[in-house]
C-alpha cells in the first residue's frame, strides 16, 4: 500500500511539473541576474611583435550584468549565422535544385517557370541573409549603447578614482579603529583587529579581514594613538585629537566653497 500511494504522488507530481512547464511557455518569466556593481578593465593589445612597447587601457563601467560581462571586454565575439539560418539556406536551396531539375526533366520545359523558380530561391536567401544583416546592425547599436551608457571613465579618470578609493577606505579604517579604542578602552593588536571587525560584521552583516597594522601605524604617526608599558593601544580624547590633527585639506575646500557660495 505504502509503495502505490508513492506511486500515485510521483504521478501527480510529473502531471503537475509537464503542466507548469507548458504555462512557461507560453508566459513570461522575471530572473534574478547577478550584477557587478563596479568593474574595472586593465588590458594590453596584442601585438605580434614581442619587444613591442604596448599601452595599457583602464576602463571604469557600472552595473554591468554577469551574463552580459562579455561586452567590457576588448575583444567581442560577433555572433555569425544561427543553425536556423543555415537551415532555411539548405532547405532552400536543395527545394529549389530539386524544382529546377524536375522541370528540365520534362519534355516541355518552360525556361520561365525555371527563371521564376531560380528568382524565388535566390530572393528568399537573400531576404534571409540581409534579415541577419539588419540583426547584426541593431545587435552593434545595442552593443554600442550600452557601453556609452554603463561606462563612468577612462585611462586617468579611472586611475584617479582608484587612487580615491585607496585613500578613503585607508581613511575608514583609522576612524574604526580610532572609534573602537575610544568607546571600548584599551587593547591589544589582536583585540583591535576582533573587536573592528565585530563592528563591521554587526553594522553591516559583512566578513571581513580587517587591517588593523597600517591603521594603528597611521593613529600612532598622527601622535593620538599610543602604547602603555604592557603594548596595548589607547587613544587621546576626541577633543584633543581633533586639535592635534588641526584643519585638514578637505575642510579648507569645504570652507572655501561655502565662503563662494555665500560671496
Not at 500500500?1 to 502531471?15: E, K, P, R, T, W
Not at 591603521?215 to 584633543?240: H, N, P, Q, T
Request: glycine share 6%.
Amino acid at each position: 500500500m505504502s509503495f502505490l500511494n508513492s506511486g500515485g504522488v510521483i504521478s501527480q507530481l510529473l502531471a503537475c511539473s509537464v503542466l507548469s512547464s507548458i504555462k512557461k511557455l507560453v508566459s513570461k518569466t522575471t530572473i534574478q541576474e547577478p550584477t557587478f556593481d563596479r568593474i574595472i578593465v586593465v588590458y594590453r593589445r596584442a601585438s605580434p611583435k614581442p619587444n613591442m612597447d604596448r599601452g595599457i587601457y583602464v576602463k571604469h563601467f557600472k552595473n554591468i550584468p554577469m551574463a552580459d560581462l562579455e561586452i567590457v571586454l576588448p575583444e567581442k565575439k560577433n555572433p555569425g549565422l544561427t543553425p536556423m539560418d543555415w537551415v532555411k539556406f539548405l532547405a532552400s536551396a536543395v527545394v529549389g535544385l530539386v524544382t529546377v531539375f524536375s522541370s528540365l526533366q520534362m519534355p516541355t520545359a518552360d525556361l520561365w517557370v525555371i527563371f521564376a523558380i531560380l528568382s524565388t530561391v535566390i530572393g528568399y536567401c537573400a531576404k534571409t541573409y540581409f534579415t541577419f544583416e539588419a540583426n547584426m546592425a541593431t545587435y552593434q547599436n545595442l552593443i554600442t549603447q550600452s557601453m556609452y551608457d554603463k561606462q563612468l571613465d577612462s585611462g586617468r579618470g579611472t586611475l584617479l578614482h582608484l587612487c580615491d578609493d585607496v585613500i578613503q577606505q585607508e581613511v575608514k579604517e583609522v576612524i574604526i579603529s580610532f572609534f573602537i579604542l575610544m568607546e571600548q578602552g584599551k587593547a591589544t593588536m589582536e583585540d583591535l583587529d576582533l573587536r573592528c571587525e565585530e563592528l563591521i560584521k554587526e553594522e553591516f552583516g559583512e566578513s571581513c579581514n580587517f587591517d588593523v597594522d597600517d591603521a594603528v601605524e597611521k593613529l600612532e604617526k598622527l601622535k593620538i594613538v599610543s602604547r602603555d608599558s604592557i603594548g596595548r593601544f589607547y587613544c587621546v580624547g576626541l577633543k584633543r585629537a581633533n586639535e592635534i590633527i588641526g584643519v585638514t585639506t578637505e575642510e579648507l575646500v569645504l570652507k572655501a566653497r561655502q565662503g563662494s557660495i555665500s560671496a
